[in-house]
């Protein structure tokens, strides 16, 4: 027998009371808030308590930097797994919105020192990165846009 899906056991109930209908209707017009997004992802702030008023309007989930730097637009909001001084670097010259880690991952003082010193904004999440990546779409925030060669050799 198949296990039963409870979304209240994968956090999907947070979103129905982390959104009033002002603040969804904001999301579909110009992105979320990062205090919205800490909400949905009951995600700890751990540098960035002062910036969370700022927006984001594309999220994108990458454990590979080289994809990140490739793919990604400024003030995109990047989940990863990652939780080393190189996603900081990164963070700073995309200016990205804001870095998530995902699955408990917590960098090390040193690092969070260097974000703090540089002004980018860490949460940590205890869920998956696929998970968080529901909960922010369902939230009504959408991927970075992307273009890329496909296997056929158009661009789409």
């Keep these: ?5 409870k979304p209240e056991q994968h956090g999907s109930a947070i979103i129905n009371s982390a959104l009033s209908d002002a603040q969804t209707t904001q999301v579909m017009l110009g992105g979320l808030s990062l205090h919205q997004v800490a909400q949905v992802l009951d995600a700890e702030v751990l540098t960035g308590e002062d910036q969370l008023d700022q927006t984001v309007k594309s999220a994108c989930c990458s454990d590979l930097m080289s994809d990140v730097l490739a793919f990604v637009h400024e003030r995109a909001l990047l ?3 990652i939780a080393n001084a ?10 990205l919105g804001c ?6 991952k917590r960098p090390d003082e040193a690092t969070i020192a260097m974000a703090r010193e540089l002004g980018v904004v860490l949460l940590s999440v205890n869920k998956t990165m696929f998970v968080s990546a529901g909960l922010l779409y369902q939230a009504g925030l959408r991927g970075s846009p992307m273009k890329w060669s496909s296997r056929e050799g ?3």
């Design 79 to 81: 989940l990863t797994g």
């Design 1 to 5: 027998m198949r296990p039963v899906f």
């Design 154 to 156: 158009g661009a789409q």
């Design 99 to 104: 870095l998530v880690f995902v699955r408990g």
């Design 86 to 95: 190189n996603v900081i670097r990164t963070a700073q010259m995309l200016d």
